[in-house]
């Protein structure tokens, strides 16, 4: 699993220093999280690369200040999807 997170940030920005992302075996806090990336206030993606084999379906962004993060991400379902191509030629 791997790619690019973005999202939009919230409206009031007064209290949040940062964002952290996870992946999540659940919507919301989920019970089964994974750290894969943060970023600062500003900057709105993470990528990340090489996650956890696990069993995570979907990808939470919670807001975070200096002291703690919030109890309520935004999470979104994903969908991981492996394909074969073959018989490719380049022009």
């Not at 956890?52 to 991400?73: G, R």
């Amino acid at each position: 699993i791997g790619g690019i997170v973005g999202w939009i940030p919230p409206v009031d920005l007064s209290q949040v220093t940062h964002y952290m992302v996870y992946l999540a075996d659940g919507p919301g806090t989920g019970s089964n999280r994974s750290l894969v990336g943060s970023a600062t206030v500003g900057s709105n993606e993470v990528s990340f690369y090489e996650a956890p084999p696990e069993d995570f379906q979907y990808v939470a962004v919670y807001t975070a200040t200096s002291f703690t993060e919030a109890t309520n991400p935004q999470s979104v379902l994903f969908n991981d999807t492996a394909a074969r191509v073959s018989g490719l030629s380049f022009v």
